[in-house]
């Protein structure tokens, strides 16, 4: 089989032929029709994990994908021809999801409703989950203010749609081309993060504090400025491990770090939400699997408008 791998951490990406791996007891061999490329997956290249887990090399790279069950290991409660998507990454074991069959865990994935496409169910799981984990983290609710620092990305425009369906007032970063979209998905505020600190035009915008923050940019020394912009007894969740909630608590503020989960209630409830039209998930990038190295690039150099998908034929 086809699949894109790495050779060690801090090597390029490259198209490589692979056994067809088998599925072991709770596991499920799936032909991938589209990968979805997050942060993430590059990320770990950087050695992200490294120190933490062992990784094996080559490393097909990739966490989200959607396809078809080939072969059911023992105890996994799909079967073959299911339509399937959800997360396969395991550095452990070498795996990811550029490469036209994968293996995963069978509590990793979830069944497709008839009306998803392969591309929208591949760009669902790790940007989903986590912009569902990230609003319900803030424990806000109607009226509140809620600051998405991110919002023009695959999670934030997801997290957006969240928010602003319970009835939170949502302020979306976004560079200024996307910014008309954002409202479309429900930002009743944006700010144009090339136009000067975010913080300042918040606070501008928001001289008495806003009550939440969903933060997918700052990592750690950055995040003081956005945090900030809380009331008292504020929220703010990070992406990126940036939050120190001992440092809050003495400013009487809250804080966590937090880690999408996709499990499949949650996989269930994104894809749900897609078919009822209460989520969009936009594709801004679609490319065969051959070109996963430019497609890795393009996100990495900060050109993400939305989801980039990986084509599997
Ligand atoms: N903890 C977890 O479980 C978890 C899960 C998912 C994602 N994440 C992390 O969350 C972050 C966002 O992920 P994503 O998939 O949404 O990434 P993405 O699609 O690349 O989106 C990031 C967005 O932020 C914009 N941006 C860049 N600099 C900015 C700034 N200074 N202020 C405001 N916005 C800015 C980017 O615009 P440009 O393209 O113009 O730069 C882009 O539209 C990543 O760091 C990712 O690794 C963590």
């Not at 791998?5 to 061999?29: A, I, K, M, S, Y």
């Not at 934030?156 to 081309?177: C, E, K, L, N, S």
């Not at 993060?193 to 606070?203: H, K, S």
Request: glycine residues 12%; aromatic residues 6%.
């Amino acid at each position: 089989m086809r699949a894109v791998v790495v050779t060690d951490f801090d090597t390029e990406p490259r198209l490589v032929e692979l056994p067809v791996p088998d599925p072991g007891p709770d596991e499920v061999l799936v032909r991938l029709a589209a990968a979805g490329v997050n942060p993430f997956d590059w990320k770990v290249v950087e050695g992200a994990m490294r120190g933490s887990v062992e990784h094996a090399f080559p490393l097909v790279l990739g966490s989200d994908g959607a396809g078809t069950v080939e072969r059911v290991g023992e105890g996994a409660d799909f079967a073959p021809g299911e339509r399937v998507f959800g997360q396969f990454m395991d550095v452990q074991q070498g795996r990811g999801s550029y490469a036209e069959f994968a293996v995963a865990k069978a509590a990793k994935l979830a069944r497709m409703p008839a009306g998803l496409s392969f591309g929208t169910a591949a760009a669902l799981p790790t940007a989903g989950a986590a912009a569902h984990d990230f609003v319900e983290g803030t424990g806000i609710g109607p009226g509140c203010t809620l600051l998405v620092n991110g919002a023009s990305g695959g999670v934030g425009q997801a997290a957006v749609q969240f928010a602003a369906a319970q009835g939170v007032r949502v302020i979306g970063t976004t560079d200024p081309a996307t910014a008309d979209y954002l409202r479309e998905l429900g930002a009743a505020e944006t700010v144009d993060f090339t136009q000067g600190p975010v913080a300042e035009q918040v606070r501008s915008a928001h001289p008495d504090g806003i009550d939440a923050i969903v933060d997918l940019i700052s990592g750690r020394g950055e995040i003081e400025p956005i945090a900030a912009l809380l009331k008292p007894n504020g929220v703010i969740v990070s992406s990126n491990g940036a939050v120190d909630d001992e440092v809050l608590a003495t400013r009487g503020l809250r804080g966590a770090n937090l880690y999408a989960d996709a499990r499949p209630a949650t996989l269930k409830s994104l894809a749900d939400a897609v078919e009822l039209g209460q989520l969009r998930m936009r594709i801004d990038f679609e490319v065969p699997l051959e070109d996963a190295a430019e497609a890795l690039a393009r996100l990495m150099a900060g050109k993400s408008r939305g989801k980039t998908v990986l084509l599997i034929e």
